[in-house]
């Protein structure tokens, strides 16, 4: 069951989507094409783009050497690009995702308002533990803790660890980080992102509170 929650949930996680105040125009360019392709491009022609663009990420990645934010954006697509996939094949994806994220992390574990911290701790929790993957929620829970205390209004932390709560059917604590995740300020360079973002707290929200 946990298997199979993780390929559903990763047709809709994307990873935390980073703060981009700074950051270069080819990666800017990068996180607007992958929210596109995410929230507007027609589900039978995302896979070709995701892995189009995964190309560019990675060409990205090899000329800034000692960037953590590139590392970053490749397994947000890559995480994506598993979730349209489906199958045995989406493990493979995010066990590649979870090794740029941890290179992102021993360069710069704040990188980015404290994405690295909300993407690995999304993916402990949602990929199956031993011996199918590498899942813990003791790690997901100290990841996604971490990622608070970096950006602890943020709208991308708040709902991975609402997630998280919701799973564990600890509902009023989940409610309440959904509800911190909606109050979060929208983030200018963001809008397709955010607007799908919101919808998918909304959604979650919904369910935790008929759960109380």
Known sequence: ????????????????????????????????????????????QR??????????ASSLVAAHPGDAAPLVWQAIILSTTAGEKGGLGALSLVKQAKKLLEQAEAIDSDALDGSVYTSLGSLYYQVPGWPIGFGSD??????LRKALAVNPDGMDPNYFYGDFLLQAREYTAAVAAFERALAAPARAQRPIADAGRRSEIETALAKAKAAL
């Open 1 to 44: 069951m946990k298997f199979h929650r993780m390929l559903l949930l990763l047709s809709t996680l994307f990873f935390a989507l980073p703060v981009l105040a700074g950051m270069s125009p080819e990666l800017l360019s990068l996180s607007e094409d992958w929210a596109k392709i995410k929230y507007q491009m027609p589900q039978d």
């Open 138 to 143: 003791k790690k997901a829970k100290a990841y």
């Open 47 to 56: 896979v070709a783009a995701l892995e189009a663009l995964n190309g560019q």
